[in-house]
């Protein structure tokens, strides 16, 4: 069993940034991915970034890359999402996940990812 809980939330104006936390407890291995998706009202759940727990390939959408960064504590077992140039369009839930399917790929659908945190709420005002 793995629980995720994010923080970092808020409101934001255009240009301006906010980092996402995800602290995780349980036994995470070092195979699993960690990703962060976002969904936002109306819309489906899409895969923002993902990396995974050792390290290596890191996964981007193409709307946030170069925007937005994806790390990793190993120490804490925190994963962050560091987002710049906020944009309006990054309104959304912001989720954090954890994929334990062992694959060769990174998971880009939110089917592929067995353990979610709670979202939190970021705010893009124009």
């Known amino acids: 069993q793995v629980q995720l809980v994010e923080s970092g939330g808020g409101l934001v104006q255009a240009g301006g940034s906010l980092r996402l936390s995800c602290a995780a407890s349980g036994r995470i291995f070092s195979f699993y991915v960690m990703g962060w998706f976002r969904q936002a009202p109306g819309k489906e759940r899409g895969l923002v970034a993902a990396?995974?727990?050792?390290?290596?390939?890191?996964y981007y959408a193409d709307a946030v890359k170069g925007r937005f960064t994806i790390s990793r504590d190993n120490v804490k077992k925190t994963v962050y999402l560091q987002m710049n140039s906020l944009e309006p369009e990054d309104t959304a839930v912001y989720y954090c996940a954890v994929s334990t399917q062992l694959t060769s790929e990174i998971q880009t659908v939110a089917s592929g990812y067995d353990y979610w945190g709670q979202g939190t709420q970021v705010t893009v005002s124009s």
């Open positions: 990396q995974r727990w050792s390290g290596g390939t890191i």
